[in-house]
């Protein structure tokens, strides 16, 4: 009788790890595609912001992506900025501002379902760039654009 | 409190505006009376769904505009159809609304 109960026990706890094994399985792709890196937002360099949101800072230029961005922005605090790509496999999209004390904007992270395309905006401590990343098949690539900041609003 | 969100189905696609209500602090700013700090508090996580399918997860620091815009399209999506789209901030703040394809 003790030795049933023994083993009673024994698959209970098999049970038990085996289930927590599948639930952290199951949720981990899940928090990865949502994740918000802290680091990569608090990172005060391009190539820092990249390798801590998208892995790797290599990216190629690439003419299939579009950014949509002001030469002009009289008010740095709110700059339209719109970015679309034509490729496949797209599962990420980050929006950079060089002159930022940190230069991460945002990321997007789309599924397949999602056509290559995102409308924000950003604020812009300065006249700078803006990069668009899109990775794509897991590499990246990206596109660039200045933007002059004028602070004061006169159009300068 | 409550997001807006527009969505339209066109072409097989859909498109969807949203407009969420939030101050957007960078942390970086400085109160102009005491020339303290304001500490950070941002959104940063944004979720749409399709028909409670996930669809697209944003990221974002606090360099993205107060009273956040955003912007996205998605392949499918019927008229009806219904689109819901929430954010979590930095403070443990959030807010979700759901809305349909128009």
């Given amino acids: ?156 | 409190m409550a997001i807006k969100i527009r969505a339209k189905a066109q072409d097989g696609v859909t498109t969807v505006k949203t407009l969420m209500n939030h101050e957007m602090e960078t942390g970086l700013r400085k109160d102009s009376k005491t020339g303290e700090k304001i500490p950070a508090h941002h959104i940063t996580e944004v979720t749409a769904e399709h028909n409670g399918k996930l669809v697209m997860t944003a990221n974002w620091g606090g360099a993205i505009s107060k009273n956040p815009y955003l912007s996205f399209k998605f392949k499918g999506g019927a008229s009806g159809d219904k689109i819901k789209v929430s954010w979590v901030d930095n403070k443990g703040g959030s807010d979700s609304t759901e809305a349909s394809i128009s």
């Fill in chain 1, 1 to 156: 009788m003790n030795s049933l109960r023994r083993k009673f026990i024994k698959t209970a706890t098999f049970v038990g790890v085996a289930a927590t094994t599948i639930g952290t399985g199951v949720l981990i792709p899940q928090r990865v595609l949502g994740a918000y890196v802290k680091a990569a937002f608090d990172a005060k360099d391009v190539n820092g912001a990249l390798m801590a949101s998208l892995g790797s800072d290599q990216h190629s230029a690439s003419d299939a992506i579009k950014l949509k961005a002001p030469d002009i922005a009289e008010n740095g605090a709110v700059v339209p900025i719109t970015v679309s790509a034509d490729m496949g496999n797209i599962d990420s999209i980050a929006i950079i501002s060089t002159g930022n004390v940190s230069p991460l904007t945002s990321t997007y992270n789309l599924t397949p379902a999602c056509e290559p395309f995102i409308s924000t905006r950003i604020k812009m401590a300065k006249t700078s760039d803006v990069i668009a990343v899109v990775k794509a098949d897991g590499k990246l690539y990206s596109t660039s654009k200045e933007v002059k900041v004028t602070i004061g609003g006169c159009g300068g």
